[in-house]
């Protein structure tokens, strides 16, 4: 009797189930979902500013419709174990590598700068304050299923926790006995962008020349050396020299790529200074301090100089002002000068190397690692 009473309950129980799927069919067949739908952002443009220490400034909330589960005849099904994930990626990605990057049961999640920086790192893989193009989406999930909204496009700039550092490379080799700890030729650049590893170098060569370049940091060893590898490889090391015959060469490395390239610009009769020198308001404008021009390229021109306040620097050969060269306000510590420029701003006071070349207009203006900003 008892096995009877147990089998009828089972009968009960699945004809209860089967009469609820039943019904279900009943009130309109097949579940229908609606995905949520993000609000319209304010800006599609972001600029993230760094912060103050300790501060983490709001940049914008993200609002989204609530996702919703209808049966086919439009009856609504609540659910109550909805969750959203707010998913992005490079907008180039479309969503192959997508980050959950916030989970909340609210309709909508809010960014501050700190946090959000820290999420574009991640995405990019390196700290950035380049522009890029991102996508986002919401993932609503539950007991009915997924569903992802439409996607939003936001193309934002980061910023760096760290003041960028530009490396100073110098020429090692024939043209100075090849002293590895000498200053004596530098590499010129036409960006201060750290990210960018390009360095050139324009000038005469009396006769044929071997050298390699060394970056400041291993000055005075010829182990870490930039050195020419075969096929434009450049190769890091005590490994082969850079060979040119006499005549005039324009030499490019770029560090971060590692390649070099030799090229021969053309060049006829340039003008050779008598003498040449770096001149702003520090000296009125007058009578500026004269550089050291160069035994080996007469092209070339360095001094160093103490600066004791805040100026404008350009150039002037032969104490003409037919013959002057100046860059950009901000083209720091490296430049080029274009005829009659404005000059690059020298901030703070100290003793800097000032490097000249008058063929090209390329200078560098570069402070004293040892004296305090």
């Known amino acids: 009797?008892?096995?009877?009473?147990?089998?009828?309950?089972?009968?009960?129980?699945?004809?209860?189930?089967?009469?609820?799927?039943?019904?279900?069919?009943?009130?309109?067949?097949?579940?229908?979902?609606?995905?949520?739908?993000?609000?319209?952002?304010?800006?599609?443009?972001?600029?993230?500013?760094?912060?103050?220490?300790?501060?983490?400034?709001?940049?914008?909330?993200?609002?989204?419709s609530k996702v919703r589960y209808n049966f086919g005849s439009g009856q609504y099904i609540p659910v109550d174990d909805v969750k959203y994930?707010?998913?992005?990626?490079?907008n180039d990605n479309e969503f192959s590598k997508a980050r959950t990057i916030a989970e909340t049961q609210n309709l909508y999640t809010d960014f501050y700068t700190v946090d959000f920086k820290k999420v574009i790192d991640e995405i990019v893989g390196e700290e950035t304050n380049t522009s890029y193009t991102f996508s986002m989406r919401i993932k609503a999930t539950s007991s009915k299923g997924d569903a992802f909204s439409e996607?939003?496009?936001?193309?934002?700039?980061?910023?760096l926790n760290i003041d960028p550092v530009v490396k100073n490379v110098y020429i090692i080799g024939d043209m100075n006995g090849w002293n590895n700890a000498s200053k004596d030729y530098i590499m010129f650049r036409t960006t201060n962008d750290y990210q960018d590893g390009v360095y050139t170098y324009t000038g005469y060569f009396p006769a044929a020349t071997y050298f390699k370049f060394n970056s400041e940091e291993f000055l005075g060893s010829f182990d870490h050396m930039y050195c020419?590898?075969?096929?434009?490889?450049l190769e890091q090391g005590d490994k082969g020299a850079f060979y040119v015959p006499a005549g005039y060469h324009t030499i490019s490395i770029d560090i971060k790529n590692m390649t070099w390239d030799i090229s021969d610009p053309t060049i006829t009769?340039?003008?050779?200074?008598?003498?040449?020198?770096?001149?702003?308001?520090?000296?009125?404008?007058?009578?500026?301090?004269?550089?050291?021009?160069?035994?080996?390229?007469p092209h070339q021109w360095k001094i160093t100089y103490e600066f004791t306040a805040s100026t404008a620097c350009k150039f002037r050969g032969n104490k003409d002002w037919a013959n002057n060269w100046g860059g950009k306000d901000a083209e720091i510590p490296y430049g080029k000068g274009i005829f009659d420029g404005p000059g690059a701003t020298i901030q703070n006071a100290g003793n800097y190397d000032i490097y000249f070349n008058d063929l090209t207009g390329h200078y560098a203006i570069i402070k004293h690692l040892n004296k305090k900003l």
């Open 151 to 159: 996607t939003v496009i936001l193309n934002v700039t980061s910023y």
């Open 269 to 297: 009769n340039p003008t050779v200074y008598n003498q040449i020198g770096p001149i702003g308001g520090f000296c009125n404008w007058n009578n500026e301090p004269v550089m050291t021009r160069s035994t080996f390229d």
């Open 85 to 90: 994930e707010v998913q992005m990626d490079l």
């Open 228 to 233: 020419a590898g075969g096929n434009g490889v």
């Open 1 to 64: 009797m008892k096995k009877i009473s147990i089998i009828i309950k089972a009968f009960l129980l699945l004809f209860l189930v089967t009469s609820c799927e039943d019904n279900d069919m009943l009130k309109g067949g097949e579940t229908v979902t609606t995905p949520p739908v993000i609000s319209s952002l304010a800006s599609s443009d972001l600029v993230l500013s760094k912060p103050a220490e300790g501060q983490n400034p709001f940049v914008f909330r993200l609002n989204w």
